[in-house]
């Protein structure tokens, strides 16, 4: 099945263009057998912290989350405080996942508009594109910061109805995150499900209608 009729594709960045572990994986020697963990947590704490800021009405922008969402994991971990430092100037130039140029390069020969739709301020999401030197795939990189809001309110999912002047059926959404793809899936976009763990689907009142493993199986039903 392909997605027809589409203006653009849309991208999470972080756990969808960019492997939200790999600061931590970079510190495997001095974090131990225990730096998987401490990845995940500091992750799920750092969407914890969007949410319900969100719900509170009580807005810091996302590398103050994830600051916050830091301290934290490594207080809970026990991690030397000398080791936040260097986490942090990581989490600024993530590694891509390995097909993503490979994806990008097919959308870009098929003429389609390409973007980023992220939690991330702006300048947090160009040196990430610039420190893996992707920037120039992209026509526009949207954060979040414009409405003051995080995913997935409804608010998010309009920016880029408003930057390209077309319907939510118009824009294909790719993220790795399942409540990302309800929130844009509801809102009405051709939502991408990008499955790389083989996970199970939220139960969320709503099912993508394309899934794949990973963004390299975005050309074949673009």
């Not at 600051?67 to 405080?81: A, G, P, Q, R, V």
């Not at 301020?121 to 414009?146: A, C, G, K």
């Not at 499900?193 to 139960?203: E, G, H």
Request: proline fraction near 3%.
């Amino acid at each position: 099945m392909k997605i027809e009729n589409i203006k653009a594709c849309v991208f999470d960045a972080y756990g969808t263009l960019f492997d939200v572990n790999s600061a931590a994986a970079k510190c495997k020697e001095k974090l131990g057998n225990r730096w998987e963990g401490f990845a995940n947590a500091w992750r799920t704490t750092q969407l914890e912290y969007t949410w319900l800021r969100s719900l509170m009405k009580k807005h810091k922008n996302f590398w103050e989350i994830t600051e916050d969402s830091l301290d934290h994991t490594m207080e809970t971990f026990k991690i030397k405080k000398e080791m936040r430092n260097e986490l942090l100037d990581l989490y600024k130039k993530l590694s891509p996942y390995p097909e993503v140029v490979e994806c990008l390069k097919g959308l870009k020969d098929k003429k389609i508009k390409i973007a980023i739709l992220s939690n991330g301020t702006p300048d947090l999401l160009r040196e990430l594109v610039e420190s893996n030197n992707i920037q120039n795939y992209f026509d526009d990189i949207l954060s979040i910061e414009s409405v003051g809001v995080y995913k997935p309110d409804s608010r998010v999912y309009e920016m880029p109805i408003k930057k390209y002047n077309c319907a939510p059926e118009n824009i294909c959404f790719m993220s790795s995150n399942t409540w990302d793809i309800s929130g844009g899936g509801v809102f009405g976009y051709n939502a991408v499900w990008v499955n790389r763990s083989n996970k199970v689907f939220d139960k969320l009142s709503y099912k993508p209608k394309f899934v794949i493993n990973d963004l390299k199986e975005l050309l074949k039903i673009i």
